[in-house]
C-alpha cells in the first residue's frame, strides 16, 4: 500500500533557510532601522525553526530550550533595539540607517 | 523528577558579580538624590574585588557543576581574573568620567558588572546556551553602554549600528549552533567533539556550514576583517571608558568563546579552519594597522588598533598549539592592561565639553604633563610590541606559536605589520613630544581614581613585560584540559 | 751606542711635543732653542752611531734594537724597532744634519711669523716622522713615517692657511701622497701574503730580504711595481709629480728641507733599501729607470718656462729625483744614494738662497722682478752660485760626481741602456741651462726690482746666512766622499753602502739571466765593457752638455735678453704648452677631480635621495594612499558593514566547498 | 665580581637606570643639579666598567663574569650576561664615551634637561645590556631598548627642521629590520628544541647547533638585515644621514660610536657564528656591499655641504670597513674590524663633537658658512685636526692600526676586495681634508666666524680624552688587541671547522661534548 | 489509511503554511510601510508557530504566539507609532549596488544552508527527551527540563531581562 511520507525534516530546514535568507536581504537592503530589526526578528525566528526541527527529529529536548532561550533574547534585544531608536529619533529626527553616518572613515 | 545539583561556590564569582550588580542598582534607587555617583563604582570595585579573591581561592581545582553545562577551570580562571581586571579598572577609569560627562547613572556601574557577568559566562560555559546567554548579556549591556550618552549624536549612533550588527551577527551566530545541534544532537561542547570523533563527520557539509556561522558570529565580537567594520564607528562613539571595556573586555570574552568551541567542541576541523583563520589573521592585521595610520581621531586610531591587535591574537589561534592558546590568554590580558591604559590616557586629556580626542590634540603635552604622556608613550609602545613592555612578550609569545607550527609567513607578515603599526604609534609620541601645541589644552582634572587605574595599567603592562614568567605560567596551565 | 739608536727620533720627538704644548705659552725664544737644538742632538747622536759603525767591520755593520710590540694579530706582527746599518745611518745624517742647519736658518727666516711655534712643531714632527722612514726596520714602521712626512708636508705646505693657494697645496699634496701609498700598501700587503706562503709570515727588512728568493719572480714584480707607485707619489715622479711644484706655498725653508733635500727622497730611499727585491725584477727596475729618466727630462723642460724661482727650483728638484731614480734603476742604488745626498746639499742650499732672495725683496718670487741683486746680497749670490755650480754638474763640486756615477752607470750598468744616458745627458744639459737661467735672472742683468721694494733690499742675518754658508762648502765637498775611481778616488759611499745594497745587486745578477728584456738591456751595457777610457769620455761628454747649457743661458739672459722673447713669440704654441706645464694639472681636474666630484653628486641625489630614499619613501606612500582608500570602505553605514559581513561569510563559504570538492 | 653583592655586569647595567630614576626625583628647574648628578652617574658607572679591563683574563676565548638566571623558565628565556674579548672593549667604549657625551651636552641642551638626561641614562643601559646579554631574547629586548631613547633624542633635542622625519625613519628602519630578526630567533629556537629537546635562547648552546644550509641562509638573511640596517651597511643607510644630521650632538656621537656598533657586533656574535654556513657562502654579496659602502660613502661624504651629514656617510664608508675585515675570515681581519669598531667610536665621535662645539656657537653646520676658523681657534683647528687624521687613519693614529689590519685580512683573503677597498684610503683623505680645509682654511668670510671664542675648559676636557685614546690606540694597540687574541682565534677556529665541516652536523664543540 | 490521511493533512498544512509564511516573510521586506511589514511578521510568526504544531512543539508554538507575536511585535509596531514614523518611513528600498550585490550574496548563502540541510538528514544523535509521552504533553515535559538540567541558563536570562529592562528605561528616559 502506498503510504505517504511524512514530511521530511529537511523541507522545515529548506523553510527555516529561506526565511533566514529572507530576513538577511531584508537586513541588508531596508532603509527603517525598525525594518530592519524585524528583519532581524524574522532570522532569529527562522533559527529557531530549525532548532525545534531538529529537536523533533532527533528526539531531543535541548533544541527547544534552546529555541526558548532564543526567544527570550529576542525579547531582550527587542527592548533594548526599540529603546535605541527611540533615543535615535529623539537625536536624529529619523531612524533610516542610510542617513546615520556622522561616524565613518 | 531528580532535581538538579546545585553547586553555588562553582559560580561563586559570578554570583558576586551579579549580586553586586543589583545592590548597585537597589542602592542607586535609595539614594538616588545624589548627584555624585562614584560611590557606586566604589561599591562595585568591592565586588568586583571579592569576586576576584574568590575566583582565586578557586585556582587549582577543575570542577564541572549545573548538569555539565558550567566549567570552573584554569582556562575559566584566566579569563574570569581577567574579565575582573578589566572591569576593575574600567570602573576605576568611569568615576570621574561619567560624572564629566553626564552619565553617572546607577545603571552605569550595574550594566557594567552585568556585561562582565555575560562574559565570565562565556568564558566558562561548556554548554552552547551559556555561551550563548552569556554572550547575549554581556552584548546587551553594551548596546546599552554604549549608547548613555542619550545626547551625544554619536554616541547614540554607536549604539545604534553596534546594536543593529550585534543582533545581524547573533543571527549567524544562532545558525551554526542550530546547525551544530542539527549535526550532532548535542550541545554540550565535549560531547559535539566525542560525537563528531565517533561518527567521523568531518566532512559533514551541516558542520562546515556552522563552522562559517560561529566565525561570523565570533568573528564580529572580536573585530576580525571582515567583521570588524564596526569597530572604528562604535568605539569612536561610545563613551571612552566604555570603548576601553569594549576593546580589551568584549574582545577577550570573544576570544575565550571562540577559542572554547573552537577548540573543544571542533578541533577535528583544524585543517579546515586553519586556511581561513590565516586569511583572516592576516587581512586584520594588515586592513587594522593600515588603515589606522590616515586616522586622525585617537579613539578610532586605537580601534583600527585594536582590529590589527584581534589579527595577532589570530596568528597564535591559527597556530593553535598550547602555546598560542597560553599565547591569546596572555596576549589579552596584557591588552587589557595597556589598551585600558591607552584609553584612560584618553579620557584624561578631555574635558567636560572638550574631549580633545583628535590626534593634533596630543601636540606638546608630552612636557607639560609628562607622567600622563611619559604613561601614554609606554601603552602605546607596548601596543607596538616593543620591549620590555608587556605587548611585547605577547606579541612574541604569539608569534612563536605560529613559528613552532611552522607558520613562518604568517609570522614574518605579522612581525612587519608590527613594524608598520610603529608608525601611527610613534605618530602620536611624535605630537607629544616633537611638536609644539596648537592650542594649550589647561584645566584638566585629574580624577583619582583614574590616575589609580593609570598607574594600575603601567604596573600591568611593565610587570608583564620585564616579568613575564608568572602570568605566562598561569596562562600555561590554564589550558590544561583544553584541548 | 747603537742600543741608543731611538734617541735619533726622539729627541725630535721632544721637541715637538715641547714646541706643541707650551711653546705658544714659553715664546719664540724658548722655540728658537728647542727647535733646532732637539735636531741638534739627533744629529749629534747619529754621527757618534756613524763613527761607531764604520768602527766596526762591513759585515758586522747591521743592528736592530725593538723597542715594543706594535701591531700584533695572529701571524701578523711588527714592531716599533730601528735598524741600523750604512744606508739608514748615511740618510740619518743626511737628514738631521740639513734639517739642523735649516731649523737654525728657519730661526731668522721665520721670525716675524705669527705661527712661529707652530711652525718649528711641524719642523720637528717632520724630522721625527723622517727618521722614522728612515731608521724603521719593517716596511710598516716605515710607512708610518711614510705618512707622516706626508702628513707635515700638508701641515707645512698649508701653513699659511689662510691663503687658498696654500692650503688647496698642501691637500693635493696628501692626496696625491695618498694615491701612492695606495700602491705601497698594496705592495706591502702582497709581500706579506705571498712570503706567508712560504709560512714566512713577516714585514721586517732583515727577514724579508733573507727570504725574498723564495718568491716567484711576477710576485716579486707586482710588489715592487707597487711600491714603485708609493716611491712615485712620495718622490714626485711621474704621473704623480703633480704636487711638488704646488708644495712650493710652503715657507721656503719647507720646501728646502722637505721637498728638496729630505722627504721626497723617500722614495729613492725606499728603493734602495728594497733593492733585492729589485734586482729580482728587472722589468720593474727598467720601470723605475724610464720613469725617472722621463720625469728628469720632462720637467727639466717645464724648468724652461717658469719664472717663479722656486717653482724653477721645484721642477730642478723633480727632475733632479728623477735621476735618482734612473740611478736606482739601472742598479747604481749607491749612486742613487750619492746623489741624493749631495741633491740635498745643493738643492737645500738653492732654496735657502731663494728664500734669502725672497727675504731680501719682501717674498717676491717672480724672477722678472728681479735682477742684478748680485751686489746687493753677495753672500747669498756666491752660495747661490755654488749650488748652481754643482746641480749643473761641473767638475769639482759634488753634483758631477754623483750626477756623472748615474750616467756612467746607466750608461754602463747590466740594467741600464744607451738611451737612458742620452736622455739623463740631455736633460742634464737642460738642468744647467734653466738653472743658470734663474741665476742669472736674479742676480745679473738689469734690476726690474719693484722700486718700493728696492731700496730696502737687505743681505740677511748672520742666523740665514751661515746655514747658507755650511751648506755651501759642503756642496762644494760633499762629492768627495764618493769620487770614483776611474778619477782615482775611493769611491768610499759606494763601499760604505756595499753591504746593504751589494747584495741585492748580486741576487739580481742571478736573476738576470731568466728575463728576457734584462738581456736585452743588459746586452748594450756588456758590449760597451768597463773600460775606464769610456768612462772618462762620458764624463767629459756630460760636461761638454753643461756647459752648452750655461752657454745658452748666458746667450740669452745676460748676452741678449730679448731673445727668448722672440722664441717664445715665435714657437707660441709650444711655448704656452710648456709654461701651462703641458696642462697636466688641468687635465688630472677634468679627469679626477671633476668626474669624482660628479660621480658623487650624482650617486648622493640620483641614487640615495632618488633610488633608495626613493623606493622608502615610496613605500610609505603607498601605504598612505591604501591607508586613504581603505578607510574610504568605512562608509558609515550600517547596511554596507553588514554586506562585508555577508561577503566574508560567502567567501568562507565558497572556501570550505571549494576545498570540499578538492578533498 | 661583585659590588656589594650584586654582580657587576648587572651592576652596569642597571645602575643608569638607577641614575635615571634618581633624576626622576629632581626639580626640574635645578639644571645645573641634573647636569651634575648625571655626570657623576655616568662617571661612577665608567669607573665600574674599569675593573672589568683588569681583571678580564685574557687567556681564554670563554665568557667571563658570567651570570645566568632564568627569565621566562618555562620558555628557555635566561637572564644570561657575559663578556669576551669583543665586546669587553665595546662594553667600555660606551661608558667611556657615555661620559664624554654628559660633558659635551653641558651647554647644549637647555631646554628639558632633566628628560634629555634620564634619556642618556636610559639609553646607557640599552646599550650596555645590549653587548652583555648572551641570551637571544634578552638581546632583543634591549636591542629595542635602545631605541626609544634615541629617538626621543633625536625628536626632541635634535634639530628643529626634518628632526621628525629623521626620527621616525630611524625608528622604522631599525625596527623593520629587527622584527624579522625576531621571527628567525624564534624559528632557531624551535629549530634546536627540535633538535636537543633543549628549550634555550643561550647564544652559546645555540652556537653548537647544525642547521640545513638552506634553512641558515634564510635565518643569516634575517639576523643580516637586521644588523645590516643598524651598521648601516649600503643600500640600507640612508636613515644614518638623516639621524645623523638631525641628533644633538651628544645624540650623533652615542649614535656614531655605539649604536652603530651593535650591528656590527650582532654580525660578530649572532648572526655569523650561528650560520657560520650561511655566512661563508654570502662572504662575496656582503663583501661587495661593504666595498660599494666603503666606495660610495666616501664619494657621497666629499659632495655633503653639511657637516654631519657629511660626517655621516664617512661612517657610511667607515662601516663599510668594518664589515669587509670581519668577511675576511682571518686573524688579522676580524681584529681589525673589532678595533676598527672601537676607532670609530672614538673617531666619529669625535668628529661630532668637534661639529658639535662649532654649531654650539654657530648654530649651523653648513660647510659654506665656515672657513679659515684656525685663525680664531687655534687650539679648535689642533683637536679637529688630530681628530681628522684619525678618521683617515693616519698611521701612529688609531684609525690606522684598524684600517691596515682590515686591508690585509681583506687582501689575505682576497686580493680583488683588498684593491678595492684600499682606493677607500684614497677617497677618505680627499673628502676629509676638502671638509677641514673649507672649515677652517682660508680667510675668514663670514663676519660672524670673526669673534668665535676657542674652546673652553670644559671642551678641551672633553675632547683630550678622545685624542688620548686615539694615540695610545694608535701606538699601543697590543693594549687592547691582547684583550682580545684569544676570544677572535677561538671564533675563528669554530667558524673555520663549521664551514669546513657539513651545514647540518653540530659543530666541533658540540661534538667534543657528545664524545664526552 | 487512517495514518496516511493524517499524514497528508500535516502536508496539505505544512505547504499552505510555509507558502504564507514565505510570502510574508517577503512582503515584510518589500512593504513601504514599516505598520504593514510589523503586521507580515506577525503573520510569519503566526504561521511559524503552526509549523511549531505540526513539530510537536505546542509549548514553543504558545511561547512563539504570546511572546513574539503578541508581546514584541506589538512593541514594535508601539514604537512606531509612538515615533509617529509612519510617514517619514515610507520610503522603502533605496538601490545601491552594495544592496543588490548583498541579496545575491544571501542567495549563496542560502544555496549553502540548502546543500547543507537536504545533502544529509540530520546525522545528530537520536535522544531520548522525545518520548511518546513528552509529545503529547509538551509543556510539562519543557518545564521539567528546564527546571533541571537547564535551570541555570533559566537563571541567566533573568538577569538578561533584567538588564534589557533596566537598559530600556535608561535609555528611553528623558533627560531630566
Known amino acids: ?105 | 523528577m531528580k532535581l538538579p545539583e546545585i553547586d553555588l561556590c562553582l559560580i561563586a564569582p559570578e554570583i558576586i558579580v551579579a549580586a553586586f550588580g543589583f545592590f548597585v542598582l537597589l542602592v542607586d534607587v535609595f539614594f538616588s538624590k545624589r548627584e555624585n555617583k562614584a560611590y557606586l563604582g566604589w561599591i562595585s570595585l568591592v565586588g568586583i574585588f571579592f569576586a576576584g579573591a574568590l575566583a582565586v581561592t578557586q585556582a587549582g581545582s577543575v570542577k564541572s557543576g549545573f548538569e555539565g553545562m558550567f566549567i570552573s577551570d584554569g582556562y575559566a580562571l584566566f579569563f574570569r581574573i581577567t574579565f575582573l581586571i578589566i572591569a576593575f579598572l574600567t570602573v576605576l577609569i568611569s568615576m570621574g568620567y561619567t560624572q564629566r560627562e553626564g552619565i553617572a547613572f546607577g545603571e552605569y556601574y550595574a550594566l557594567i558588572l552585568f556585561a562582565t557577568l555575560g562574559m565570565m559566562l562565556m568564558a566558562a560555559g561548556t554548554h552552547l546556551v551559556i555561551i550563548f546567554l552569556g554572550l547575549e548579556t554581556m552584548s546587551i549591556s553594551i548596546y546599552i553602554l554604549a549608547g548613555m550618552m542619550r545626547e551625544d549624536k554619536r554616541s547614540v549612533e554607536a549604539a545604534l549600528k553596534y546594536f543593529l550588527l550585534g543582533a545581524f551577527a547573533t543571527g549567524f551566530l544562532l545558525y551554526g549552533i542550530a546547525l551544530i545541534y542539527g549535526a550532532t544532537g548535542s550541545l554540550y561542547l565535549k560531547d559535539v567533539a566525542s560525537y563528531i570523533a565517533s561518527k567521523n563527520l568531518l566532512r559533514n557539509p551541516m558542520l562546515l556550514m556552522s563552522l562559517v556561522f560561529l566565525t561570523i558570529g565570533f568573528g564580529f565580537k572580536i573585530a576580525s576583517v571582515p567583521f570588524h567594520m564596526w569597530t572604528p564607528d562604535v568605539y569612536e562613539g561610545a563613551p571612552t571608558s566604555i570603548t576601553a571595556f569594549m576593546a580589551t573586555g568584549v574582545k577577550a570574552a570573544g576570544f575565550s568563546a571562540l577559542v572554547r568551541v573552537f577548540f573543544s567542541a571542533l578541533p577535528g576541523f583544524r585543517p579546515d579552519w586553519t586556511s581561513i583563520m590565516w586569511l583572516i589573521a592576516v587581512a586584520t592585521m594588515t586592513v587594522g594597522n593600515i588603515v589606522a595610520i590616515s586616522q586622525s581621531n585617537i579613539k578610532r586610531m586605537l580601534a583600527y588598533s585594536s582590529i590589527a591587535h584581534a589579527g595577532y591574537i589570530l596568528v597564535a589561534f591559527v597556530a593553535g598549539n598550547d602555546l598560542g592558546v597560553s599565547g591569546i590568554l596572555f596576549y589579552l590580558m596584557a591588552y587589557a592592561f595597556m589598551n585600558i591604559g591607552a584609553f584612560t590616557c584618553v579620557i584624561l586629556l578631555g574635558k567636560k565639553g572638550e574631549e580633545n580626542t583628535l590626534i593634533r590634540d596630543y601636540a606638546g603635552i608630552g612636557f607639560k604633563y609628562p607622567l600622563l604622556s611619559a604613561a601614554m608613550t609606554i601603552f602605546l609602545l607596548s601596543m607596538a610590541g616593543i620591549p620590555p613592555l608587556g605587548g611585547f612578550m605577547a606579541k612574541f609569545y604569539v608569534f612563536s606559536a605560529a613559528v613552532k607550527e611552522k607558520f613562518y609567513w604568517l609570522a614574518i607578515l605579522g612581525v612587519l605589520n608590527s613594524a608598520v603599526s610603529v608608525y601611527y604609534y610613534l605618530r602620536v609620541t611624535v605630537l607629544m613630544y616633537f611638536r609644539e601645541p596648537e592650542r594649550e589644552i589647561t584645566g584638566l582634572q585629574f580624577s583619582p581614581a583614574a590616575v589609580a587605574a593609570l598607574v594600575l595599567a603601567v604596573i600591568g603592562t611593565l610587570y608583564m613585560g620585564i616579568f613575564p614568567s608568572n602570568v605566562l605560567s598561569f596562562a600555561q596551565k590554564s589550558i590544561a584540559g583544553l584541548m | 751606542m747603537f742600543e741608543y739608536v731611538w734617541l735619533i727620533p726622539l729627541f725630535p720627538a721632544i721637541g715637538f711635543v715641547l714646541n706643541g704644548f707650551l711653546g705658544r705659552r714659553l715664546g719664540k725664544g724658548f722655540v728658537s732653542w728647542v727647535g733646532p737644538s732637539a735636531i741638534g742632538l739627533s744629529f749629534l747622536t747619529a754621527i757618534f752611531i756613524f763613527f761607531e759603525l764604520i768602527g766596526r767591520p762591513p759585515a758586522e755593520r747591521h743592528f736592530e734594537k725593538v723597542i715594543f710590540d706594535w701591531v700584533v694579530s695572529g701571524n701578523f706582527r711588527t714592531v716599533i724597532g730601528y735598524q741600523i746599518d750604512p744606508l739608514s745611518i748615511l740618510m740619518a745624517l743626511v737628514v738631521t744634519g740639513v734639517s739642523f742647519f735649516i731649523h737654525i736658518y728657519s730661526v731668522g727666516y721665520m721670525h716675524d711669523d705669527p705661527g712661529y711655534p707652530r711652525y718649528f712643531t711641524y719642523l720637528n714632527l717632520f724630522v721625527f716622522m723622517m727618521l722614522n722612514l728612515i731608521l724603521a726596520n719593517n716596511f710598516l714602521l716605515m710607512f708610518v713615517g711614510w705618512e707622516g712626512v706626508g702628513l707635515c708636508s700638508y701641515l707645512l705646505i698649508g701653513f699659511w692657511f689662510e691663503k687658498d693657494s696654500a692650503s688647496n697645496a698642501g691637500k693635493k699634496a696628501f692626496v696625491v701622497n695618498r694615491v701612492g701609498d695606495f700602491g705601497f700598501i698594496l705592495g706591502m700587503f702582497l709581500l706579506f701574503t705571498s712570503l706567508g706562503k712560504h709560512g714566512i709570515w713577516t714585514l721586517d727588512f732583515t727577514e724579508v730580504f733573507a727570504n725574498a728568493n723564495k718568491l716567484d719572480p711576477a710576485t716579486v714584480t707586482t710588489i715592487t711595481i707597487l711600491l714603485f707607485i708609493g716611491a712615485c707619489g712620495k718622490s714626485a715622479q711621474i704621473p704623480l709629480y703633480v704636487w711638488l711644484p704646488d708644495a712650493m706655498e710652503g715657507p721656503t725653508p719647507v720646501s728646502s728641507l722637505i721637498h728638496a733635500a729630505t722627504m721626497v727622497t723617500a722614495g729613492v730611499y725606499m728603493v734602495a733599501r728594497c733593492n733585492v727585491l729589485y734586482s729580482m725584477a728587472p722589468v720593474s727596475m727598467a720601470i723605475v729607470a724610464i720613469v725617472g729618466v722621463a720625469t728628469a727630462i720632462y720637467t727639466a723642460s717645464i724648468g724652461f718656462c717658469q719664472t717663479d724661482i722656486k717653482k724653477v727650483l721645484a721642477y730642478s728638484t723633480i727632475s733632479q729625483l728623477g735621476y735618482m731614480f734612473l740611478g736606482v734603476g739601472v742598479g747604481a742604488y749607491s749612486a742613487g744614494i750619492f746623489h741624493l745626498m749631495t741633491h740635498a746639499f745643493f738643492k737645500g742650499l738653492l732654496f735657502l738662497g731663494a728664500g734669502s732672495v725672497m727675504h731680501a725683496l719682501s717674498g717676491e718670487l717672480d724672477m722678472r722682478k728681479m735682477g742684478a741683486l748680485r751686489k746687493k746680497i753677495p753672500i747669498t749670490f756666491w752660495t747661490f752660485f755654488i749650488a748652481t755650480l754643482a746641480i749643473a754638474g761641473i767638475p769639482g763640486l759634488s753634483g758631477f760626481f754623483s750626477k756623472d756615477e748615474i750616467l756612467w752607470q746607466a750608461f754602463s750598468s747590466s740594467h741600464g741602456h744607451f738611451l737612458l744616458w742620452l736622455v739623463a745627458a740631455v736633460a742634464a744639459g737642460m738642468t744647467a741651462f734653466y738653472m743658470f737661467r734663474a741665476l742669472f735672472m736674479t742676480f745679473f742683468g738689469q734690476s726690474r726690482v719693484d722700486p718700493h721694494v728696492a731700496h730696502h733690499i737687505h743681505e740677511s742675518p748672520k742666523i740665514m746666512t751661515v746655514p747658507l754658508m755650511i751648506l755651501a762648502f759642503l756642496s762644494i765637498v760633499g762629492g768627495y766622499v764618493g769620487v770614483p775611481h776611474v778619477l782615482g778616488g775611493a769611491n768610499h759611499v759606494h763601499e760604505f753602502l756595499a753591504p746593504v745594497v751589494g747584495g741585492g745587486a748580486e741576487l739580481g745578477k742571478a736573476h738576470a739571466g731568466i728575463s728576457l728584456l734584462s738581456q736585452a738591456w743588459a746586452s748594450s751595457g756588456e758590449a760597451g765593457g768597463h773600460s775606464a777610457a769610456l768612462e772618462l769620455l762620458m764624463m767629459v761628454i756630460s760636461v761638454v752638455i753643461a756647459l752648452i747649457g750655461i752657454g745658452i743661458a748666458y746667450l740669452f739672459y745676460i748676452k741678449n735678453p730679448a731673445l727668448p722673447k722672440l722664441l717664445a713669440e715665435r714657437w707660441r704654441g709650444l711655448y704656452r704648452l710648456v709654461y701651462n706645464k703641458y696642462y697636466v694639472d688641468e687635465l688630472y681636474e677634468i679627469l679626477f677631480i671633476n668626474s669624482l666630484k660628479s660621480l658623487g653628486t650624482g650617486l648622493w641625489r640620483g641614487f640615495d635621495d632618488f633610488v633608495i630614499d626613493g623606493t622608502v619613501n615610496g613605500i610609505a606612500y603607498l601605504i598612505g594612499w591604501l591607508s586613504g582608500s581603505i578607510r574610504r570602505v568605512q562608509t558609515g553605514l550600517v547596511q554596507n558593514y553588514a554586506f562585508a559581513m555577508i561577503l566574508g561569510g560567502v567567501i568562507i563559504a565558497g572556501y570550505y566547498l571549494i576545498r570540499g570538492i578538492f578533498y | 665580581m661583585t659590588i656589594l653583592g650584586i654582580p657587576i655586569l648587572s651592576w652596569l647595567i642597571f645602575f643608569p637606570l638607577f641614575g635615571a630614576v634618581v633624576l626622576l626625583f629632581i626639580d626640574k628647574e635645578k639644571v645645573a643639579a641634573l647636569r651634575v648628578v648625571t655626570l657623576i652617574f655616568s662617571l661612577i658607572e665608567f669607573i665600574i666598567s674599569l675593573p672589568l679591563f683588569f681583571a678580564f683574563d685574557s687567556t681564554t676565548a670563554a665568557m667571563q663574569f658570567v651570570e645566568d638566571y632564568w627569565w621566562i623558565q618555562s620558555y628557555g628565556v635566561s637572564y644570561k650576561l657575559g663578556i669576551d674579548g669583543i665586546s669587553l672593549l665595546l662594553v667600555l667604549l660606551t661608558t667611556f664615551l657615555t661620559v664624554l657625551c654628559i660633558l659635551c651636552s653641558w651647554r647644549a641642551i637647555t631646554f628639558r634637561v632633566k628628560e634629555y638626561m634620564i634619556s642618556f641614562l636610559f639609553l646607557e643601559t640599552g646599550m650596555i645590556g645590549a653587548l652583555v646579554a648572551l641570551d637571544l631574547i634578552l638581546f632583543y629586548v634591549f636591542w629595542e631598548v635602545m631605541l626609544i631613547p634615541m629617538y626621543l633624542l633625536i625628536g626632541v633635542w635634535g634639530d628643529p627642521k626634518r628632526r621628525i622625519y629623521a626620527a621616525i625613519k630611524f625608528f622604522l628602519f631599525t625596527m623593520a629590520g629587527s622584527v624579522l630578526m625576531l621571527v628567525a630567533i624564534l624559528a632557531l629556537y624551535f629549530i634546536n628544541l627540535k633538535a636537543t629537546g633543549k628549550a634555550t635562547f643561550d647564544v652559546l648552546e645555540l652556537y653548537k647547533l647544525g642547521i640545513p644550509i638552506q634553512t641558515q641562509y634564510w635565518l643569516f638573511g634575517a639576523f643580516a638585515l637586521a644588523f645590516a640596517i643598524k651598521v648601516p651597511m649600503f643600500p640600507f643607510h640612508t636613515w644614518l644621514p638623516d639621524a645623523h644630521t638631525e641628533a644633538p650632538t651628544a645624540g650623533s656621537v652615542i649614535l656614531a660610536g655605539v649604536l652603530l656598533k651593535m650591528g656590527t657586533y650582532g654580525f660578530i656574535r649572532f648572526a655569523i657564528p650561528l650560520f657560520p654556513n650561511a655566512a661563508f657562502d654570502l662572504l662575496p654579496l656582503i663583501s661587495a656591499l661593504a666595498i660599494i659602502g666603503i666606495i660610495y660613502g666616501a664619494l657621497v661624504s666629499m659632495m655633503q655641504p653639511d657637516l654631519k651629514r657629511l660626517v655621516a656617510f664617512s661612517s657610511v664608508s667607515h662601516l663599510g670597513y668594518v664589515m669587509l675585515g670581519m668577511f675576511a675570515f682571518n686573524m688579522q681581519g676580524v681584529q681589525g674590524s673589532i678595533y676598527q669598531m672601537l676607532n670609530h667610536g672614538i673617531s666619529t665621535g669625535s668628529l661630532f663633537l668637534i661639529v658639535g662645539m662649532i654649531y654650539e656657537r654657530r648654530h649651523t653646520r653648513m660647510i659654506a658658512d665656515f672657513g679659515g676658523l684656525s685663525k680664531v681657534m687655534p687650539i679648535y683647528a689642533i683637536f679637529f685636526m688630530i681628530v681628522t687624521l684619525s678618521s683617515i687613519g693616519l698611521p701612529g693614529t688609531n684609525g690606522f692600526v684598524g684600517e691596515f689590519l682590515i686591508l690585509l685580512g681583506a687582501f689575505q683573503s682576497n686580493v680583488v676586495y683588498g684593491v678595492l677597498a684600499a682606493t677607500g684610503v684614497i677617497l677618505g683623505a680627499a673628502y676629509m681634508l676638502w671638509m677641514f680645509q673649507r672649515v677652517m682654511f682660508g680667510k675668514i668670510t663670514k663676519p660672524e666666524n670673526e669673534k668665535l671664542k676657542d674652546l673652553n675648559a670644559r671642551e678641551i676636557v672633553t675632547l683630550i680624552p678622545m685624542v688620548i685614546m686615539i694615540f695610545l690606540m694608535g701606538i699601543y694597540p697590543k693594549l687592547f688587541f691582547s684583550k682580545m687574541d684569544a676570544t677572535v682565534e677561538n671564533f675563528l677556529k669554530d667558524f673555520k671547522g663549521r664551514v669546513e665541516m657539513k651545514a647540518d652536523l653540530p659543530s666541533p664543540k658540540m661534538i667534543a661534548e657528545i664524545k664526552k | 489509511m487512517a495514518e496516511n490521511i493524517g499524514t497528508l493533512f500535516q502536508w496539505l498544512i505544512f505547504l499552505g503554511v510555509a507558502f504564507i509564511s514565505i510570502l510574508a516573510s517577503l512582503l515584510l521586506v518589500t512593504r513601504k510601510n514599516p505598520i504593514h511589514s510589523a503586521l507580515f511578521l506577525v503573520l510569519n510568526f503566526l504561521c511559524v508557530a503552526v509549523l511549531y504544531i505540526l513539530l510537536y512543539s505546542q509549548f514553543i508554538a504558545i511561547i512563539q504566539v504570546v511572546v513574539y507575536a503578541g508581546a514584541i511585535v506589538m512593541l514594535i509596531v508601539f514604537v512606531i507609532m509612538l515615533l509617529d514614523l509612519e510617514v517619514e518611513l515610507r520610503s522603502g528600498l533605496k538601490f545601491s549596488y552594495t544592496k543588490l550585490i548583498g541579496g545575491f550574496l544571501a542567495l549563496f548563502f542560502f544555496l549553502g544552508i540548502f546543500y547543507a540541510v537536504v545533502a544529509k538528514s540530520p546525522t545528530g544523535k537520536i535522544g531520548s527527551s522525545y518520548t511518546s509521552e513528552n509529545i503529547t504533553n509538551n509543556v510539562k515535559a519543557v518545564g521539567e527540563v528546564l527546571f533541571t538540567q537547564y535551570l541555570f541558563p533559566f537563571e541567566i536570562v533573568s538577569i538578561l531581562l533584567v538588564v534589557a529592562m533596566v537598559g530600556a528605561v535608561i535609555l528611553s528616559k528623558k533627560r531630566a
Open chain 1, 1 to 105: 500500500m502506498w503510504v505517504v511520507p511524512a514530511i521530511p525534516p529537511a523541507l522545515f530546514l529548506v523553510l527555516s533557510g529561506i526565511l533566514f535568507t529572507i530576513g538577511v536581504i531584508g537586513a541588508l537592503t531596508r532603509r527603517n532601522a525598525i525594518v530592519v530589526f524585524m528583519c532581524i526578528e524574522l532570522m532569529l525566528n527562522s533559527v529557531n525553526l530549525s532548532f525545534i526541527t531538529f529537536s523533533r527529529f532527533l528526539r531531543s529536548m535541548d533544541g527547544v530550550l534552546f529555541a526558548f532561550f532564543v526567544i527570550a533574547v529576542a525579547a531582550a534585544e527587542a527592548a533594548v533595539g526599540l529603546a535605541i531608536f527611540v533615543m535615535l529619533y529623539r537625536s536624529r529626527e529619523t531612524i533610516n540607517v542610510d542617513e546615520i553616518n556622522l561616524l565613518k572613515w
